[in-house]
């Protein structure tokens, strides 16, 4: 199974979310949505099996080195001035980013 990590659930994750739950059975997907909104996460992941939703602080270096270090792709639906710490992370750690 392959694992997701997708950091930022607002307005503009709405639709990868719903993409990525859809497909998840078929492609063998498993989705964590971290944002610091636990309520807008589980309202996005709405209880699929094959997902997690987690509260995710992105300035969290030891939750955000464990989240990507679990995940085999990372998608980073942050502001671009937020992707920098993501970025360096998936690169040390060996992970794809989108």
């Known amino acids: ?33 971290g944002d610091v909104s636990l309520d807008l996460v589980k309202q996005k992941t709405n209880n699929h099996s094959r997902a997690r939703a987690i509260v995710f602080d992105i300035t969290n270096e030891q939750q955000r080195e464990q989240e990507i270090q679990q995940a085999d792709m990372v998608i980073s639906m942050l502001p671009a001035t937020m992707h920098m710490s993501v970025a360096r992370d998936c690169v040390r750690l060996k992970k794809h980013l989108a």
Request: charged share 10%.
């Open 1 to 33: 199974m392959n694992n997701i990590l997708v950091i930022g659930a607002g307005r503009s994750a709405s639709l990868l979310i719903h993409y990525l739950l859809e497909h998840s059975e078929q492609e063998n997907w498993f989705i964590t949505v």
